[in-house]
Structures are given as C-alpha cells and as structure tokens.
C-alpha cells in the first residue's frame, strides 16, 4: 500500500533484509503490480504444472486472512475477478484465475486465509487450509502477502517452509502500507 508515497523512502527499511531489491507496490490502485509481475514471472517459463497438463504457469497468493490476497489478484489481472471483503474467511476454496499477459498463460490461484492450526476448529475452515496447502504443491510460483502492520510468525515461516521443501519460486509481497509511520 505505498499509494501517495515515495516508492524509494517506502521500501528503504526493506534493504537490510538482504532479500534482494525491494518493490514498493498499491495493490488496491494496481500501482507497480504490472512491474512486480513482469519481475517476478522474468525467465520463468510456461511447462506441464505438476497436478494437472495444463501449461500455464501457476501463482498461489497466500497467506493470513485479511492480508489482501483477493485484491492483489484483482489488481493483477486488471479487473474485479475475486471477491475481495472486510469479512475474514470471504475467500473458502481455491479461486482459480486464468489470464494471459504477452502471450503468456497464467493461472493466479487466490487462496484462502491460513490461521495457526490451534486457532482452526471449523471444519470447513480446516478444509480451507488444505486446499491453500494444494495449492502451494500444485504451483509453480507462491506469492507470501503480509500485512504490513502484523510481525512475521511461526505459522507463516511454516507455509513458506512447505513451499521451500517443494521447491516453489517464492515472492513476499508486503500490502497495506497506509497508516505506518516513516520512521517504520
């Protein structure tokens, strides 16, 4: 969420991660998700996925819920596809989302909101999570998006974990900027 900010003072903190270049992006005005993507999909090329014989390259948005995984994947593809809510638990089921970009065929998948395993008691929110789990091992790319106000935790370095053990391209996306102070 850098809309309305300098893109280099936004993503100056980033550095010292030592991840890489940082890329401040407005998930929700579509500002610099282009690039992000044309970035991230560089040198990655279109091959059977590995659940299926389609040969559109596959990207899991995951994450915590209310993260803003629907409106990166809404923003990404250039139109309302998801549905994107104030109300955790909206997304329930893997959302497939086919698009090609210069000649390329994607598959975003939008995924659903994965909790700590002890916080989960619903059935179907446990249903849920197993198909977020399916979908990282069916993909090719998995995009991590965090809230920019919460800490990284054991849940979330425990899915990216299952997506480094299948050997998945993985991209930390980092949303909702608005509302934290510079010196953050």
């Not at 893109?7 to 998930?27: M, S, T």
């Not at 998700?33 to 590995?50: F, R, T, W």
């Not at 819920?65 to 997304?91: D, F, H, M, Q, Y």
């Not at 069916?138 to 299952?162: F, R, W």
Request: proline share 4%.
């Amino acid at each position: 969420k850098a809309e309305g900010l300098d893109a280099d003072i936004v993503a100056a903190d980033f550095y010292q991660l030592g991840l890489g270049e940082p890329r401040a992006i407005a998930a929700s005005h579509g500002q610099g998700c282009l690039d992000l993507i044309d970035l991230v999909l560089q040198g990655v090329e279109p091959g059977k996925a590995p659940a299926d014989d389609i040969s559109a390259i596959r990207v899991a948005v995951i994450g915590r819920p209310k993260v803003g995984k629907s409106t990166l994947v809404n923003r990404l593809i250039g139109e309302e596809r998801v549905i994107a809510s104030e109300v955790p638990g909206t997304t329930r089921d893997s959302i497939l989302v086919p698009f090609t970009r210069d000649g390329r065929d994607f598959i975003l998948v939008d995924t659903a909101g994965v909790r700590r395993r002890a916080k989960v008691q619903d059935p179907v929110e446990r249903a849920s999570v197993a198909r977020t789990l399916q979908a990282i091992a069916e993909s090719h790319v998995v995009v991590m998006t965090l809230d920019a106000h919460d800490l990284i935790g054991d849940q979330d370095a425990s899915v990216l974990g299952q997506a480094l053990e299948r050997g998945r391209v993985i991209v930390i996306a980092v949303n909702k900027w608005d509302g934290i102070p510079s010196d953050q």
